[in-house]
């Protein structure tokens, strides 16, 4: 059973992820390859600030995701100027040098050793030690996220990310000031992954950079083009599909260091099967360029 | 009244000058038409106008401010709107969010607004809904609100953009070629959206090939070769105008006739 609650849990820390990252990506076509990097610099942020500073978790949370909104900012710079392949592989590189700090600047994150002993979140002074009531927690912010994410997509600002998506030119041509709303949708994504990133710190109680390589990075982006781009249920199915279905190899008794290849494996073949059957992934309407 | 001014416009395109050293005057409530053979540099002088190509050389002028230096969305939201030679629309939106994109000044644009979701950006987003829907009938296509603009003809695609254009309420209103490849039967449509503009008293620039609708719609022509200026006035002037029919015709061909 407790397993199940940590499955769920982790599902919900991906489906913020995955929101996040459609956001950008499946809504205003912009392909970023670095999503994690958001989530790291969330969780690394708050973390310290727990671990050196003694500072609640529900503070380190919001100051954790707006450095990664500042670090959105960075990243949404180049977005502005570049398109396509160019600047997937920008993104991707930005995803990389995060990684190389958090595993380098060992004086602040203890490098590959990682940081143990994160504090859970507490409410009232009692830590929240159950796993139900830390999958009520991530649940929450889900539906926060999903609520928020909803109401962006689904209103004028919206309606000119998609635009931005479908003609940039078009979309200049009527007065919308692209460049500016790529940029916010950065700190808006950035902002979510930061949470998702602070999130998974104080559940698991340790981090270390292997859990934000840009492998993870290019999982989230599987998770969206799965569930679909440009779709809020999308993500959900795509987030609790790729989370989940891994995991079922266990029950077949494989060792984990099978099945951690496996994994990857799994998933570049059901994005291949996916491309060539169903382009717009399990729900959603529009089609990857 | 010019309320758009061309001084001296050059634009290099690896040495090749697409426009050279061209000059002129769009008159305010007036209809110019822009002409010229393929490659004459029309539709260049489009994207100097409007933003979407930095001019080597040269001013312009937009309702007495200096817009040379300005950035595409700057000039539009100065009051200039302009269409595509080659449509382009959103192509896996509706036809009725194509339109909606094109309505100025709306609250929800800010994140702020959307978020929240406040009462009054819900009211306006009706009421523009409502502007739209007067836009599509316009065009004759409310019954494709609902399309992907994807899924229409090639036609009425070009009446989706004009009319996504007509929604911005700008004051100069440049069309590329809106003819093109539309059906004869639409045809009057366009022109009468066209001359509707102009007795609201808004002002017209826009490039044609078919030389009829010019010399029926026409206030002015102005008449390019070579990215230079051979000729400017009203259609009787330009009908008989040696220099413009040698640029069309070629004069070895017209000797032989």
């Not at chain 1, 203890?110 to 991530?138: C, D, H, N």
């Not at chain 1, 569930?227 to 599909?241: C, D, K, Q, T, Y």
């Not at chain 2, 309320?3 to 007036?30: M, Q, T, W, Y």
């Not at chain 2, 009051?79 to 896996?92: H, V």
């Amino acid at each position: 059973m407790e397993y199940l609650l940590h499955i769920l849990i982790i599902s919900g820390i991906y489906i913020i992820l995955t929101l996040s990252l459609n956001l950008i990506l499946g809504y205003t076509g912009i392909p970023a390859l670095g999503h994690i990097a958001f989530a790291c610099v969330g969780a690394y942020t708050s973390s310290i600030l727990a671990l050196n500073y003694g500072i609640s978790p529900w503070i380190g949370l919001l100051v954790g995701a707006c450095f990664a909104s500042l670090l959105g900012i960075i990243i949404g710079f180049p977005s502005i100027r570049l398109k396509g392949d160019y600047l997937a592989l920008a993104t991707f590189g930005f995803g990389v040098i995060v990684y190389s700090i958090s595993k380098n600047w060992v004086d602040l994150t203890r490098g590959p050793m990682g940081l143990p002993g994160i504090p859970k979140f507490s409410f009232f002074g009692f830590e929240l030690q159950p796993v139900w009531a830390y999958l009520t927690l991530v649940t929450v912010f889900v539906l926060i996220t999903a609520v928020i994410i909803n109401r962006i997509v689904d209103s004028p600002f919206g309606r000119i990310l998609k635009s931005i998506r479908e003609d940039e030119v078009a979309s200049i041509s009527i007065g919308k000031n692209i460049a500016r709303y790529k940029l916010i949708v950065f700190v808006v994504g950035a902002f979510f992954a930061g949470i998702a990133g602070s999130l998974y710190a104080h559940y698991i109680t340790f981090i270390d950079p292997s859990s934000f390589t840009i492998m993870e990075s290019i999982a989230v982006l599987l998770m969206v083009v799965f569930g679909g781009m440009g779709s809020i249920r999308g993500s959900f199915i795509g987030a609790l599909i790729l989370v989940i279905f891994p995991e079922m190899l266990r029950f077949l008794g494989m060792p984990s260091s099978v099945a951690a290849p496996l994994r990857q494996m799994i998933y570049g073949l059901l994005l291949v099967v996916l491309m060539i059957k169903r382009p717009q992934g399990i729900i959603g309407q529009y089609r990857f360029k | 009244m010019g309320i758009l001014k061309v001084n001296n416009l050059v634009k290099h395109f690896d040495g090749i000058k697409a426009v050279d050293d061209l000059s002129f005057e769009v008159r305010k409530g007036a209809i110019t038409a822009l002409i010229g053979p393929n490659g004459s540099g029309k539709t260049t002088t489009f994207n100097l106008i409007t933003g979407f190509s930095r001019p080597t050389l040269g001013k312009i002028q937009f309702q007495g401010t200096d817009i040379t230096r300005l950035a595409p969305y700057e000039i539009f939201n100065r009051g200039m709107g302009r269409t595509f030679q080659n449509i382009r629309l959103f192509p896996q939106m509706t036809v009725l969010e194509n339109i909606l994109l094109g309505l100025k000044y709306q609250r929800g644009e800010s994140l702020a607004a959307a978020i929240i979701r406040t009462s009054v950006m819900l009211r306006e987003e009706e009421e523009n809904t409502v502007r739209a829907m007067e836009l599509l009938k316009t065009i004759g296509l409310e019954g494709k609100r609902n399309d992907l603009a994807d899924s229409l003809s090639h036609g009425q695609r070009r009446l989706v953009e004009i009319a996504r254009t007509l929604g911005t309420d700008s004051d100069l209103y440049l069309f590329d070629e809106p003819t093109a490849g539309v059906f004869p039967n639409t045809i009057p449509t366009l022109l009468s959206i066209i001359e509707d503009l102009k007795a609201k008293g808004k002002t017209i620039l826009f490039i044609e090939h078919n030389m009829k609708i010019v010399m029926d719609i026409s206030d002015n022509i102005i008449v390019l070769n070579n990215g230079k200026k051979i000729a400017e006035g009203p259609p009787s002037e330009i009908l008989h105008n040696e220099t413009v029919l040698d640029a069309y015709m070629g004069k070895r061909s017209r000797r032989a006739t």
